[in-house]
């Protein structure tokens, strides 16, 4: 699989579907034309001649700071559960590597979690583990929304164990994180960063996007996807996805993204179980409530999750949820009235439009009744709404 850009898009309003303007971001899979760099020769270092006595050398202390002594013990404990994952695809009637990527143990029954991206068509899949054992694998589940998906072994090696997964509680920017993978094919790197930022839309494989995803400065490259972001305690935070490449090379310029471990404990276990998961959909296209919109509406609310548009048929119209029905002019800014405004999802406060796509997405399942309370013509109300299954295509 060769590392492809993908358009980055700004959210404007699908349900957990945005659009985004992502400038050439890039899948964090490698193909096989990158080469590892050789390592280059110590120069030599001429010895101190002393000649008329014998002088002991200096001995200067390690300088070991407890964050290292983390990062040292993290790594021993963890990279023994991150595996390296090659696809493999019939050409010319022989299997040829076409790609690879990284994955991490999942559960004790064999389930490595990865990127969807990294196995998608391949026809034959390989785990190699950190002592150089190889192992075939065979593709349990996978889910094109999320980027995630799982493999299997038949048998993992003695001593291995599943990875902790974390809780999106408590992150915070600046917060050291670490990236352990096999980026260019050099198996069990670990890199160093921080989290950039939180709560970022990245692009799906899909037409939706994938919220809540977690921007670092981790050194992410070709290879690394489907490995581990983890926090200095060993536990999943993310699976690392994409990188920002500034449109001159595949490598990283300094920004990653990771999908956050709320969405993997959204989608995992139903990729084991089921082989695949299920999001729910309402049907409707918006942004966030602004200050120029609540006045051209004169609503006494700033924020809230504004629809411009109802998609015809879907579960939002079903209920007569009403989207934009003109504009306004305030301060020599155009903007869209008319529709009406979420401000709360089955009486969890929403209070812009990435608020309801994560409540939908993380909070709810396909059929089932939620309650919105919405502004409409400034006034308050209740509307019971039925959701319904994501489907493959946007209308």
Excluded at 97 to 102: E, H, I, K, L, P
Excluded at 256 to 263: E, K, W
């Amino acid at each position: 699989m060769n590392t492809h850009s993908v358009s980055r898009w700004k959210m404007f309003g699908f349900l957990f579907s945005f659009l985004l303007f992502f400038p050439l971001v890039s899948l964090a899979c490698a193909g096989f034309s990158a080469r590892a760099a050789k390592a280059p020769t110590p120069a030599p270092v001429d010895a101190l001649v002393v000649p008329t006595a014998e002088v002991a050398p200096v001995v200067l202390p390690a300088v070991v700071t407890d964050e290292q002594t983390a990062l040292i013990n993290l790594y021993t404990q963890v990279n023994p559960s991150v595996v390296n994952i090659t696809i493999y695809a019939n050409h010319q009637g022989e299997m040829t590597a076409m790609g690879q990527g990284s994955g991490f143990l999942y559960d004790d029954q064999g389930h490595f979690l990865t990127n969807a991206h990294v196995v998608q068509g391949a026809e034959q899949i390989d785990v190699t583990f950190s002592d150089g054992t190889i192992s075939p694998a065979q593709l349990t589940g996978i889910d094109l929304n999320s980027d995630l998906a799982v493999v299997q072994v038949e048998k993992i090696p003695d001593g291995l164990r599943p990875l902790p997964l974390g809780s999106m509680e408590g992150l915070a920017v600046g917060q050291t994180v670490v990236a352990i993978g096999n980026p260019f094919g050099l198996a069990g790197t670990l890199t160093r960063g921080i989290i950039s930022a939180l709560g970022r839309d990245i692009p799906a494989l899909t037409q939706f996007s994938i919220p809540q995803s977690i921007q670092t400065d981790a050194a992410i490259n070709p290879g690394n996807s489907g490995g581990p972001l983890l926090n200095l305690q060993g536990e999943v935070i993310g699976i690392n996805a994409q990188i920002e490449t500034g449109g001159t090379t595949n490598a990283n310029s300094g920004i990653g993204f990771a999908i956050p471990v709320s969405i993997i404990k959204r989608v995992a276990s139903d990729l084991v179980e089921k082989g695949k998961t299920e999001w729910s959909y309402l049907g409707v296209r918006g942004g966030d409530l602004n200050m120029y919109t609540a006045q051209a509406m004169k609503l006494d609310v700033t924020q809230g999750a504004y629809l411009s548009t109802i998609t015809p048929g879907d579960p939002a119209d079903k209920a007569n949820l009403r989207g934009s029905t003109g504009t306004e002019t305030v301060n020599d800014r155009t903007v869209e009235v008319g529709g009406d405004v979420i401000i709360a999802v089955n009486g969890e406060p929403i209070r812009s439009f990435d608020d309801l796509l994560i409540y939908i997405a993380l909070q709810t399942r396909p059929g089932q009744d939620v309650t919105l309370t919405i502004l409409r013509d400034g006034k308050e109300q209740d509307v019971k709404l039925t959701l319904g299954a994501r489907p493959d295509t946007l209308r």
